[in-house]
């Protein structure tokens, strides 16, 4: 199969809203797609230090990730990549897809002077965290949530 890595276009944010919908722990958070959606999209696209990456094989968008630079003070000055939204269409998963989404997002933060791969993943998703285990990621901090 013949993927193709690309920034997402406009065109893309209605199956990329299906994609990251697409399971138990997401859908309700994610809603249906609408102008909530279009409103993000343009603000993530219109900053410079985000991307919004698709994977597509035979011209069907098939992953997805957010990937965010952050600068920094701490660990003397270094930039960090935070990977969000990672997901792969279901039916693919599997299949090493998602590896070489994470694969292109590391080079992405190498790239741009990234000293570390960051993520947070929601603690109902355990195969998620075996996932990411396999990359090297290690559990090393707690995460805190407030809504505003």
Known sequence: MDLNFREAERDDL??????IADDAVAAARTGSYGELHIKGFEAVTASPDNELVVVEADGEV???MQLTF??????NGASRLLV???RVSSELRGQG?????MEHAHER??????ALAQLTSDKQRSEAHRFYRSLGY???HEGFKLPL
């Open 14 to 19: 209605e199956r990329i809203v299906e994609l």
């Open 62 to 64: 098939i992953g997805v």
């Open 70 to 75: 952050i600068p920094g003070i701490s660990r």
């Open 84 to 86: 969000e939204a990672v």
């Open 97 to 101: 897809i998602g590896r070489l989404l």
């Open 109 to 114: 933060g190498r790239a741009r002077g990234c």
């Open 138 to 140: 290690e559990q090393s």
